[in-house]
């Protein structure tokens, strides 16, 4: 079960006391986890002997009073059933603050009450101290459909509970819908949410050498590749084309090409999270740009079409932890079966990512150099379901996927390689651009300026 594998779960289950929170979206899956949690703590983590559980949703969410009462005494109840010598402890509270015995559990427990007296949640919240054992067997409380609650009841009570409970129980997991008035309420405190899951996933996606390649390519001298912002087919491309293919002979200029849209492209700095810069919040007006740089002479990180997936699902990801969803199910089978990323399972995700959000993005740029750099033949991992993987065939199958949108108006690949016959084959009768036909003058240029200066330089050593 993957939740039990979050860092944040271990922690909390490893210290001896405290509170871990859960927001989800998925009603449903919430809670056949709670109920696995359930029934499977005792057997995963031996020190949690008790389980105590609490739905919210059953109480009067019309009256807040009345809701609060109702958890606090489910809560004393499901105690002292567990724990039948609390009530001796109880006793004792109550000779402390001098209140009679039996008049005092006529006032927890409704019974025999004079008209008009009723219990008040300050009292309950004390019991309920008093009947948590401190020694002994540990207990593990679950709290779950906080959420259903009035706004006013769950904060009152969670208010009570985190500020008089927590250093006497030994777990107390509250679970809760998503949102932010409810994120609100726990902030600082140890929670599994989907933004933290997240940011797991992507740090089980990142790998160090994702961007060495693209870091050393120079950038370009003055405007000589400037003429790339009007080139008809780039614009068509950005406007709304699926696929573009930049080719041209080696030294010509590709890669530093590829660096300036890149860098063109990427989002502000100031469009980063507020809250963790490692990822970015969501933005539906913000185009999402990625890239991968491949390179025969850095090793197969930059050859392996295994790796040019994982930088560009970690770099999507960051830049928009709301693509999660599209995450959460591969990442949570993974998580939990203690396995890695394979390829078959990047592919799955970057295409459910490409099916879905094509009509709810403007566009998705990803630019690949250096393709011709990339393995002829990549053999599957061991344990991998699928076959071999060749050169041309994971360039068609993007294609493949850039050309299915309609419009072009989601996923938009940029392609530079050198003009080989392979690559020529794989994207068909697509849109190209030729780099030479382009940057010869700037090429030229650039020349008579170098010997330019070599000139100037030697006349100044004759001066001399």
């Known amino acids: 079960m993957w939740f039990v594998h979050m860092p944040e779960y271990q922690r909390w289950i490893k210290s001896g006391h405290g509170t871990l929170c859960y927001l989800d979206s998925d009603g449903a899956k919430m809670s056949a986890l709670v109920s696995n949690i359930v029934k499977m703590g005792l057997s995963l983590h031996p020190v949690l002997s008790q389980t105590i559980y609490l739905d919210c949703s059953q109480y009067d969410t019309s009256n807040p009073a009345e809701a609060e009462m109702g958890a606090l005494h489910s809560l004393i109840y499901q105690n002292i059933f567990l724990h039948p010598g609390s009530l001796e402890r109880l006793s004792e509270y109550f000779k402390t603050i001098r209140q009679p015995v039996g008049r005092s559990f006529n006032r927890l427990f409704h019974e025999n009450m004079d008209e008009g007296v009723q219990p008040d949640c300050g009292f309950m919240v004390d019991a309920l101290r008093w009947v948590i054992p401190v020694d002994g067997l540990p207990s593990f409380t679950i709290i779950?459909?906080?959420?259903?609650?009035?706004?006013?009841?769950?904060?009152?009570?969670?208010?009570?509970?985190l500020s008089k409970i927590n250093d006497e129980a030994d777990h107390i997991l509250f679970v809760g819908h998503n949102d932010p008035d409810l994120a609100a309420k726990f902030e600082g405190l140890p929670t599994i949410s989907p933004r933290v899951e997240a940011m797991h996933c992507i740090g089980s996606l990142h790998f160090q050498e994702w961007d060495d390649r693209r870091s050393i390519v120079e950038t370009p001298f003055g405007d000589t590749d400037e003429w790339i912002w009007t080139d008809p087919a780039f614009v068509t491309w950005r406007e709304r084309s699926g696929i573009l293919w930049i080719k041209g002979k080696p030294g010509c200029g590709k890669?530093?090409?590829?660096?300036?849209?890149?860098?063109?492209?990427?989002?502000?700095?100031?469009?980063?999270?507020?809250?963790?810069?490692?990822?970015?919040?969501p933005d539906p007006d913000s185009t999402i740009a990625v890239n991968f740089f491949y390179s025969a002479r850095m090793g197969e990180r930059a050859t392996r079409h295994y790796y040019m997936l994982r930088s560009i699902l970690y770099q999507m990801l960051r830049q928009d932890y709301s693509l999660y969803v599209h995450f959460k199910c591969t990442y949570r089978r993974i998580l939990g079966?203690?396995?890695?990323?394979?390829?078959?399972?990047?592919?799955?995700?970057?295409?459910?990512?490409i099916a879905d959000c094509s009509s709810e993005r403007p566009s998705l740029c990803c630019?690949?150099?250096?393709?011709?750099?990339?393995?002829?033949?990549?053999?599957?991992?061991?344990?991998?379901?699928?076959?071999?993987?060749?050169?041309?065939?994971?360039?068609?199958?993007?294609?493949?996927?850039?050309?299915?949108?309609?419009?072009?108006?989601?996923?938009?690949?940029?392609?530079?390689?050198?003009?080989?016959?392979?690559?020529?084959?794989?994207?068909?009768?697509?849109?190209?651009?030729?780099?030479?036909?382009?940057?010869?003058?700037?090429?030229?240029?650039?020349?008579?300026?170098?010997?330019?200066?070599?000139?100037?330089?030697?006349?100044?050593?004759?001066?001399?």
């Open 144 to 161: 779950d459909k906080i959420d259903c609650m009035t706004r006013e009841a769950s904060q009152r009570m969670l208010g009570r509970l």
């Open 337 to 353: 079966d203690g396995t890695t990323w394979m390829l078959e399972d990047l592919m799955y995700v970057f295409e459910t990512i």
């Open 255 to 281: 890669s530093t090409i590829a660096r300036m849209i890149t860098d063109r492209l990427a989002r502000p700095k100031e469009r980063q999270s507020t809250i963790n810069p490692a990822i970015a919040d």
């Open 367 to 464: 630019v690949l150099d250096g393709f011709d750099e990339s393995d002829e033949i990549e053999c599957p991992q061991p344990g991998s379901q699928k076959s071999k993987k060749t050169q041309t065939s994971m360039l068609s199958w993007l294609a493949d996927l850039a050309l299915k949108q309609t419009h072009g108006s989601w996923l938009k690949i940029l392609v530079l390689s050198r003009p080989t016959t392979s690559i020529s084959r794989a994207l068909g009768a697509i849109a190209s651009i030729t780099v030479e036909e382009h940057n010869l003058p700037a090429i030229i240029k650039l020349i008579e300026d170098g010997l330019s200066k070599i000139k100037q330089s030697v006349s100044n050593i004759r001066i001399r």
